[in-house]
């Protein structure tokens, strides 16, 4: 389950995240609306609680980021577009 708190600072965040255009993304995610709904790697649930998340991110430029990601709008388009990277863990 992906619940994600996203920090201001990259030294905080445990994976830097770049919003990208559908295209060039890593990874398509879905919001979902409750803790309960989120699965994986590509359907999170955002918080505003730093300790009810599992995964700290901070979003950064292109060049800097661990992770591409582009939000989309359907639960079925969510998912890896590229490999997954050994280090990334957003669960």
């Not at 990259?10 to 309960?36: F, T």
């Not at 955002?46 to 591409?68: K, L, P, W």
Request: glycine residues 8%.
């Amino acid at each position: 389950m992906t619940v994600v708190f996203q920090t201001t600072s990259p030294g905080e965040a445990q994976v830097r995240v770049a919003l990208v255009a559908r295209g060039k993304a890593d990874l398509l995610v879905h919001r979902v609306s409750s803790r309960g709904l989120a699965h994986g790697d590509a359907l999170w649930y955002v918080t505003r609680d730093r300790q009810e998340a599992n995964v700290r991110i901070c979003f950064v430029s292109e060049g800097m980021a661990e992770v591409c990601i582009c939000f989309v709008d359907s639960l079925g388009e969510a998912g890896w577009q590229r490999p997954r990277p050994p280090r990334i863990n957003l669960r």
